[in-house]
């Protein structure tokens, strides 16, 4: 039988990388030879899950060829995909996110439900086919829950979200708001990653009327941290605008603890991002948003929607 690999999308977030290896186990359900893999670097959040739990990293690759069996989770646009996506028989699509980009050549199984995060679809595919919930799976879904909502906060999530995470919080026996904020801080750490990986950590690529733009997000404790880095990571967002032919660079700095943003805007055309919030860039090329910690909520949508 014909391997099938699953996975998230290039910048792998928690939800990416724990989704990808709860639908693994959904497949092995069906028979199916399923195998988790990720298309990038893992960000220190989902480090210290993996090994919480004592889980392996599902491994790297960087292009499918043709013909390979594929499902994706947590995305479904083209330019955030895998390299050669294109040439992959796609079978199914499990995600939370607007669409766009994507056709296939074949019929496929495509869910997609406006929810805070992926694992929470998930969890309702293992109830609705009754399909028994292990502790480890539990906490892979609990975890994407707890960071694509940041802790239930975000104006992401949904009832089915709480839902999913009062359920499998039982399921796995753990208080998930103390085991989430030491999991969430653990992802706040970017000391020992250089500019160019801060800005890739969880930058997704997005294509709208010609023009194309990232909008890069990271977590922090202290916005103040991380701008004093400012001069560096806005050069190595410079690079990626030149390498890439990029329009737009957002580098998003979400404060988990007070739940607000502080943007670096760059490039030829980033008054879009002006008049999609009514703020003015100011003279360090920053933007305060009060109140703003979704990229998938609150920030592209009214990029898109100017565009």
Not at 61 to 71: A, L, N, R, T, Y
Not at 213 to 229: E, G, M, P, S
């Amino acid at each position: 039988m014909e391997k099938v690999l699953i996975f998230g999308h290039k910048s792998p977030d928690t939800d990416s990388i724990c989704s990808s290896l709860v639908t693994e186990t959904l497949a092995k359900h069906y028979g199916l030879d399923a195998e988790a893999v990720r298309l990038g670097e893992l960000n220190k959040e989902t480090e210290y899950i993996l090994n919480h739990l004592g889980v392996e990293a599902p491994r790297k690759i960087g292009e499918v060829v043709e013909g390979q069996k594929v499902i994706l989770v947590d995305h479904n646009e083209k330019e955030q995909s895998v390299d050669g996506r294109e040439k992959a028989e796609v079978m199914g699509v499990i995600d939370h996110h607007r669409i766009a980009s994507f056709e296939t050549i074949s019929p496929l199984y495509y869910m997609a439900k406006p929810y805070g995060c992926t694992s929470t679809l998930l969890y309702e595919i293992f109830r609705r086919e009754n399909i028994e919930i292990d502790k480890q799976t539990a906490m892979l879904m609990l975890s994407a829950i707890i960071s694509d909502t940041l802790l239930l906060k975000s104006p992401t999530c949904t009832e089915k979200d709480k839902e999913a995470y009062s359920e499998l919080e039982k399921i796995a026996e753990v208080n998930a708001e103390e085991y989430g904020l030491e999991m969430l801080k653990a992802g706040t750490d970017l000391s020992m990653y250089s500019a160019e990986e801060v800005i890739n950590l969880d930058a997704k690529e997005f294509s709208e009327k010609g023009k194309k733009l990232v909008i890069a997000q990271v977590n922090t404790a202290d916005i103040n941290d991380v701008f004093a880095r400012k001069e560096e990571l806005a050069f190595a967002m410079e690079k990626e605008i030149s390498d890439k032919k990029l329009d737009v660079y957002m580098l998003l700095v979400t404060d988990i603890i007070n739940t607000n943003s502080k943007a670096i805007v760059l490039g030829n055309d980033r008054e879009v991002v002006e008049k999609a919030f009514n703020k003015k860039i100011d003279e360090n090329d920053s933007m305060f948003l009060e109140g703003v910690v979704s990229r998938k909520k609150q920030v592209a949508p009214p990029i898109l929607e100017t565009l």
